[in-house]
C-alpha cells in the first residue's frame, strides 16, 4: 500500500491554491488491500463520492472517499484471473451498489459479493460493455427491455397489494425514468426505480478530443448544473496541468455558481407550491427565475451560463456596467423572496402538505453521508463551501443551511435559506472582485497526467476526473453527480406515503435523469 499526498500514482498532479482545497490522497492498492482501506476510511467516519472504472491497459477501480481532511483516492488493480472482478464495498457503503452495477455494464468487470446482479445502465441495448474496448455497435431496441419487462422487479405480494407503473414516458416535458410502485389503497409499501434511459456515453464522446473540443461537452454535462461541471473540469485540468488560475477569475466563478444555484433553487421552489395546489406560487417564482436568467443571457451569452467557466479562468470578464445590473437583480430579489417566504409559511394548505411528507431520517442520512439540500434538510453539515472552500469561499464565508426536520417543508426551508445566502454572498463579492486577467493559459502537458475536481453544486458534490495526454488532448474522464446518491435515497422515503404525494417528494429531492445516465 502507498500513499502520496496531493500526488497521483504516476507522480503527477500536485494540487496548487486555488485550485482544489482540502488535502488529496492517493492510494495504489491490490484487491486484497482495497476491502481493508475501504473498512478503515469508513470507520474513520469517511463517505463514499464516487466510483468508476478505468477500463485502460491493465484496468484499475477508482474509488474515492471524503472525510474532514478532502478526498482519499482507492486505485485498485483489477483482477483477471478467473475474470475481471474487484470487490463490492456495498456492504461498507450501500450507495456503492448502482456504482459497481454500472461498471459491470460498462466494463464488464464483476463486483464480487454483492447480492444483486441485475444490470442498472445497459437496457440490452449494446452488444457488449462498451469501456471494454472499442465501441460497440448497438443491437437495436429490443422492445420488452426498453418496456422494462425483462426487468426483474422487486414484487411485494399479500391481500390487497397492487402494483402502479409510471413511466418511462411521462407527461409534460419531463426526461424518461420508470417507477415501480407496490401499492395497499393510497399507501405505498415500495417503490423501485429504472433508469438508465437517457445515458448518452458522455466517456466515450470526450474521450480523444483536444480541450477546445471537449468543452462544448463538459458545459452540457447536465445542463440545469452547467456552471458546477465546468468549475470541477476546471479544476481537474488546472490540477492536471499544475495552471493556477488568477483571483480575478476564481471570484467570477463564484458568482456563476451561486447564480446558478439560486436559479435551480427558484424553479424548485415554483414548482413545489404547483405540486401542493398552489398554482400563485409557481407563477410568482417562475417570474423571477424568468427575469434573473435574462440577466444570465445579458451580461454573460446564455440563459443557462453554458461555455462561461473554462480551464485556466472564465471566458468573460465583468464590467462596472454588468456588476451594478447584477446588483441591482440581488437588492430587487431580496424582498420578493421574503414575501413569497411570508405567504409559504403562512399557507396552511401549503403547510399541511409539506409537514412530515417524504421523511428521511437524519439517522439514514449521517449513514450514506448524503450532502446537499436533501442532506442538510435532514441535520448533515456537509457543503464544500464551507468545509473544503476554494477562493474567495475562504473569505467571503457561506453560512450551512440546514434543517433537521427531514420532511419536504425543511427542503422547502434549507432552499428559501440558500437564496438568501447566496444573494448576500454575490452582494458582498461584486464589488470586491480582485483587479488582474479573468484567465491564463494552460501550461503545457508532455505526458499523461491526471486531475480531479470537486465542486459543490445546487444538488450536492459534482466530482469530474480527467487523464490528458500529451498537447492537451483528453484521454479519458469521469463525470459524477449528486444524483446517484439521490435516487436511492428517494426510494428510502417514500414508503408509507401517499401515492399521490410521489411527485410532491420526487419534486422535493429534484434528482437529474440526465445528470445520472452519464
Known amino acids: 500500500m502507498s500513499e502520496e499526498k496531493g500526488k497521483f500514482p504516476d507522480g503527477s498532479g500536485q494540487f496548487s491554491p486555488g485550485m482544489l482545497s482540502g488535502h488529496v490522497f492517493v492510494e495504489s492498492s491490490s484487491g486484497d488491500d482495497y476491502l481493508r482501506e475501504a473498512s478503515v476510511i469508513k470507520n474513520r467516519g469517511g463517505r463514499l463520492v464516487s466510483l468508476w472504472g478505468d477500463a485502460g491497459e491493465n484496468g484499475f477501480l477508482y474509488s474515492v472517499f471524503a472525510d474532514a481532511e478532502g ?6 488493480l483489477v483482477r483477471q484471473i478467473p475474470r475481471p472482478s474487484f470487490p463490492s464495498i456495498a456492504f461498507l457503503f450501500p450507495l456503492a451498489s448502482r456504482l459497481e452495477r454500472t461498471v459491470r455494464d460498462l466494463a464488464g468487470w464483476e463486483p464480487e459479493g454483492l447480492s444483486d446482479f441485475r444490470p442498472w445502465i445497459d437496457h440490452g441495448l449494446w452488444s457488449g460493455p462498451p469501456l471494454a474496448g472499442k465501441a460497440l455497435p448497438p443491437k437495436g431496441l429490443p422492445s ?15 391481500e390487497g397489494v397492487h402494483e402502479i407503473p409510471v413511466g418511462p414516458v411521462h407527461a409534460g416535458i419531463i426526461e424518461p425514468g420508470h417507477f415501480r410502485f407496490q401499492v395497499v389503497g393510497e399507501k405505498v409499501l415500495r417503490m423501485e426505480e429504472r433508469l438508465g434511459y ?182 448533515q453539515m456537509l457543503d464544500l463551501r464551507h468545509d473544503h472552500p476554494v477562493p474567495p469561499y475562504d473569505r467571503e464565508r457561506v453560512p450551512v443551511s440546514i434543517s433537521r426536520r427531514g420532511d419536504v417543508g425543511a427542503r422547502v426551508r434549507v432552499r428559501f435559506q440558500e437564496i438568501r445566502h447566496s444573494l448576500a454572498f454575490i452582494e458582498s463579492v461584486l464589488p470586491a472582485l480582485p483587479e488582474g486577467p479573468a484567465n491564463v493559459p494552460l ?11 470537486w465542486v459543490e453544486g445546487f444538488r450536492g458534490e459534482i466530482l469530474v476526473w480527467a487523464r490528458l495526454g500529451p498537447g492537451h488532448t483528453v484521454a479519458d474522464a469521469h463525470f459524477h453527480d449528486p444524483s446517484w446518491f439521490l435516487w436511492p435515497t428517494l426510494e428510502m422515503v ?25
Open 71 to 76: 478526498l482519499r483516492i482507492l486505485r485498485t
Open 494 to 518: 417514500v414508503p408509507g406515503n401517499l401515492v399521490a404525494d410521489f411527485p410532491l417528494i420526487n419534486k422535493s429531492f429534484n434528482a437529474s435523469y440526465s445528470g445520472h445516465d452519464l
Open 198 to 379: 437517457t445515458h448518452k456515453g458522455i466517456r466515450t464522446l470526450i474521450r480523444g478530443r483536444s480541450m477546445q473540443e471537449a468543452f462544448p461537452l463538459i458545459s452540457r454535462v447536465s445542463g440545469d448544473s452547467a456552471v458546477a461541471y465546468q468549475w470541477a473540469w476546471a479544476q481537474a485540468v488546472e490540477m492536471a496541468t499544475q495552471t493556477v488560475p488568477p483571483d480575478r477569475a476564481l471570484w467570477i466563478r463564484s458568482v456563476l455558481l451561486e447564480r446558478e444555484r439560486i436559479a435551480n433553487h427558484l424553479g424548485d421552489l415554483g414548482a413545489l407550491g404547483n405540486d401542493a395546489g398552489f398554482g400563485f406560487g409557481l407563477v410568482q417564482f417562475g417570474r423571477l427565475k424568468e427575469d434573473w436568467i435574462r440577466r444570465n443571457q445579458d451580461v454573460f451569452g446564455h440563459r443557462y451560463l453554458m461555455d462561461t467557466l473554462v480551464p485556466g479562468g472564465v471566458s468573460k470578464d465583468l464590467g462596472d456596467a454588468e456588476i451594478r445590473a447584477m446588483l441591482d437583480d440581488v437588492r430587487a430579489l431580496k424582498p420578493e423572496l421574503l414575501s413569497l417566504k411570508t405567504i409559504y409559511d403562512e399557507h396552511g394548505g401549503l403547510q399541511d402538505r409539506f409537514s412530515e411528507t417524504g421523511f428521511l431520517d437524519p439517522m439514514l442520512a449521517g449513514q450514506w453521508g448524503l450532502g446537499g439540500v436533501v442532506g442538510r434538510s435532514s441535520g
Open 443 to 453: 501550461e503545457r502537458c508532455e505526458s499523461f497526467r491526471e486531475g480531479i475536481g
Open 144 to 158: 420488452k427491455e426498453i418496456r422494462g419487462e425483462d426487468y426483474p422487479y422487486v414484487v411485494v405480494r399479500g
